[in-house]
């Protein structure tokens, strides 16, 4: 199949690697030069351009640009595109996007793989980010049934797990688990670095270890990507920090009425949900079985 990647960056890149090595020729769309070159000396596409006429030849098109410039670069696919081309995106919102394109292309399928890393741009691009991971389709009741098939079989092929959801359901959940933490990690890193004792602060660096790197990760990740889910997916994020803060000042109250049962019985109840939401080998990474989503 000739696939198209409007967006070479981490995802972009990365879609562009796994696709190739299946035989699919891919084509690579970028704003930089420079990215284009890297994305082709990388074995991430096998043609690139800056100019989106390059889209022409292709079947298939992953838009994987920041969030603001999905509904413009869908503006610009459509003077190019054969009518029967299918184009999907891999916005981490999916409300937005969904209504910005309605009315710009038929044939459109909004996808959200959820995977990742901290890096961005092509260099961050890696082979089999997707392999177990779970992949949004967040279709309406206009998507067409076979436009949304012919994404779910190439997300199937990079060993995602496809999981079909409405916009707004898809918005909620990772408001939730995706974009919640996010503020809560930046939030903990914020709170050590208002440490006034600057001796414990200093300290705290050095003891600094497993527990916090976990915690910390994705706070510590790229600005532009956290702000973009503040901006988008304003009103969930609102929602779920809201519900947030409640859990905290109920721990807040446990504590210092000394309640350690009621403290006790609150981290029993999470240790025993934390599975629900994780695979055995998210929650446990040194189990066997984590080396093959490197
Ligand atoms: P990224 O690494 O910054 O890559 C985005 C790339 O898009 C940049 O390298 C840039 O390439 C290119 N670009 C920017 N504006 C463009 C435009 N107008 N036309 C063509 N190319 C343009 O970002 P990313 O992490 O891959 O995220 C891309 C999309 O994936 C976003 O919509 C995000 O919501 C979604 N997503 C991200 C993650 C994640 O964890 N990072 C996970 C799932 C989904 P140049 O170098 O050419 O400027």
């Avoid at 990690?185 to 004792?197: G, R």
């Avoid at 916090?212 to 889910?229: A, H, I, K, W, Y």
């Avoid at 240790?271 to 984590?290: A, E, H, N, V, Y």
């Amino acid at each position: 199949m000739k696939i198209g990647i409007v967006g070479l960056g981490l995802i972009g890149g990365s879609l562009g690697l796994d696709l190739r090595s299946l035989g699919h020729q891919v084509l690579g769309v970028s704003r930089s030069q420079q990215t284009c070159r890297r994305a082709i000396e990388r074995g991430a596409v096998d043609d690139a351009s800056v100019d989106i006429a390059l889209m022409a030849r292709a079947e298939v098109v992953f838009v994987c640009t920041p969030i603001e410039a999905i509904a413009p670069t869908i503006l610009q696919l459509k003077t190019h595109l054969s009518p029967s081309a299918i184009i999907t995106d891999v916005g981490s919102v999916k409300m937005l996007v969904v209504t910005a394109v309605k009315d710009l292309w038929h044939n459109f399928v909004p996808g959200h793989p959820m995977a990742g890393s901290a890096e961005s741009g092509i260099e961050a691009a890696q082979n089999n980010l997707f392999v177990g991971r779970p992949y949004a389709i967040a279709t309406t009741q206009t998507t067409p049934e076979d436009a949304s098939e012919v994404i779910e079989e190439i997300a199937r092929s990079l060993s995602a797990k496809i999981i079909k959801c409405s916009p707004s359901l898809h918005d909620r959940a990772v408001a939730l688990i995706s974009h919640l933490p996010v503020m809560t990690s930046a939030s903990l890193i914020e709170t050590c670095m208002q440490e006034s004792d600057e001796a414990a602060i200093a300290l705290a660096k050095q003891l600094a270890s497993s527990g916090f790197r976990d915690t910390s990760r994705v706070g510590g990740g790229n600005p532009e990507l956290g702000v973009m889910m503040a901006q988008y997916n304003r009103q969930e994020l609102l929602r779920a920090l809201d519900a947030y803060r409640q859990q905290i000042d109920r721990s807040i109250d446990y504590i210092k009425r000394e309640d350690w049962a009621a403290l006790k019985e609150l981290l029993q109840q999470t240790q025993l949900s934390r599975p629900q939401f994780l695979k055995k080998t998210d929650c446990d990474p040194s189990s066997s079985g984590q080396k093959s989503l490197k």
